[in-house]
C-alpha cells in the first residue's frame, strides 16, 4: 500500500485576515475532492483557529509570540533575534516531514503594505530554502506580487520564489512584477485569484426603492515607501470616508460597513461614530462567505480591501474600488469594472459619488457582465488546480 501523501499549508492564516482564510478554503476544498487520502496540516499565523475552524493540525508560524509586534525592549529585541534562529531550524524540520507544501494564494511576494524583510519575507525565504535542502516540492499557488524597492525584502522575496517548485500568479501583473526581479517565469502560469473556486451565494434582486450599500472599509496607513506620511495617509482616507458614508445616509441609503481583518474593526467603529444615525451599521462577518452573503444582498459595493472587491465581484454585485494598490485596478479591469476605481490615498468625495451614480445607473448592464467574467474566472481556477495536480501528485496521477 502506498503511503499517503503529506500536504502542509504555509502562510499568515487563521491570523483574522478573511482573504488569507478563504484562499486557504479553497486549496482545502481542492485537497479533500481531489486527494482525498492526503494528510494535510498546517505551518500558520493563528494556528487554533485553523485547527477549529478547519478541523487539521496546525503549528505555529513564529517560535517568538511577539514576532509581529513593535520591539520595544532590550527582551523584545532579543526575543525576536532568537526567534530568527530557531525558526530556521523549526521550518526545516516541519518541511522535511512533507511531501508537499502549498501557500495558498495571498500577496505573498508584495509589499504594497508596510512589511519589514524579516517578518514574513524571512518566513517565506526559510520554508523555500528548506524546500530545496529535503527535495520536498513547495508551491506557491496564485499568490500576489509587486515591485519591491527595499533591497533585503526584494532579495528575500526573489530567492523565494527562485526556489520555489511551482510558482503561478494571481494577475500579470504580479508574474511581470516577479520577473523584472529577475525570476524566469516563463512557465509560469496566471490565473484569478484562488476565492473564485469558492461557492457563490445567490444575489439579490436590486431593491426599488434604492437598497443598501456596503461599504468596505480597511486600516489603511499607504504602502512600504510611504511610513513618513502614513498617518497623513490614513486620516484622508478615513476622512473621506466618512464623509462619503454620511452623503449616502443623507440620501436616505442604509449602509453595511464590511471589513476584511479584524485590523480594520476601528476604522469601522470610527465610522459609527462619527456619522452616528441608525441608518449605518457594521456587519460581523467572520469568513468570506460571510462577507458574499454581505455584498449578494446590497446594491452596491465601495470597497478598498482586495478581497472584499473580489467578494463582491464574485456575487455579481455591481462594485466601486477605494484603490490603494495596481492590483485592485487590475482586477476591476478584468472583471469589466475599470472605470470604477478611485484613489484611496486621495478620497474627493464629490468625485465618488459621482462615479457611484454612474455606477448605479448601468446596474444591470454591469450585474450581466460580471457573470459571464465570473464564469470565465472560475474556468481558469479549476485549469489551474487541474496543473497543481499534475506538477504535485504525478504519483496519484500515475496511479
Known sequence: MRTPVRVGLFGLLGSGNLGNDGSLEAVL?????????????????????????????????????GEYRTASSVGAIAGKGLGKLVDAVRTAAWVRRHDVVIVPGMGVLEATLPLRPWGFPYSLFLLCASGRVFRTRVALVSVGASAISHRATRALVRWSARLATYRSFRGAMSRDAIRAMGVDTARDEVCPDLTF???????????????????????????????????????????????????????????RLLIGDELDAPVAAAILDAVGSPLVTAAEATSLADLMKEAAAADAVVATR??????????????????????????????????????????????????????????AELRRVLAERNLAAVRRVEHQLTALTASLFPATEAS
Not at 496540516?41 to 475552524?53: F, H, N, T
Not at 480597511?218 to 502614513?230: L, Q, Y
Not at 475599470?338 to 468625485?351: I, L, N, S
Request: aromatic content about 8%; overall charge negative; glycine content about 8%.
Open 29 to 65: 476544498g481542492y485537497l479533500r475532492a481531489e486527494h482525498p487520502e492526503a494528510v494535510v496540516d498546517a505551518l500558520c499565523g493563528g494556528p487554533e483557529v485553523v485547527s477549529a475552524r478547519y478541523g487539521i493540525p496546525a503549528t505555529r508560524l513564529n517560535w517568538y509570540s
Open 197 to 255: 473556486a469558492l461557492p457563490t451565494p445567490r444575489a439579490s434582486a436590486p431593491a426599488d426603492p434604492p437598497g443598501p450599500v456596503c461599504v468596505g472599509v480597511m486600516d489603511f496607513h499607504g504602502g512600504n515607501d510611504e511610513r513618513a506620511r502614513a498617518e497623513e495617509i490614513h486620516r484622508r482616507y478615513l476622512d473621506g470616508t466618512t464623509q462619503f458614508v454620511r452623503a449616502l445616509v443623507e440620501d436616505g441609503r442604509p449602509v
Open 306 to 363: 482586495y478581497h472584499n472587491l473580489v467578494c463582491a465581484v464574485k456575487v455579481g454585485t455591481p462594485t466601486l474600488a477605494l484603490s490603494y494598490s495596481a492590483k485592485s485596478d487590475v482586477l476591476m479591469a478584468e472583471m469589466g469594472l475599470g472605470a470604477y476605481c478611485h484613489p484611496a490615498r486621495e478620497v474627493d468625495v464629490d468625485q465618488l459619488l459621482e462615479q457611484f451614480r454612474a455606477l448605479e445607473k448601468r446596474s
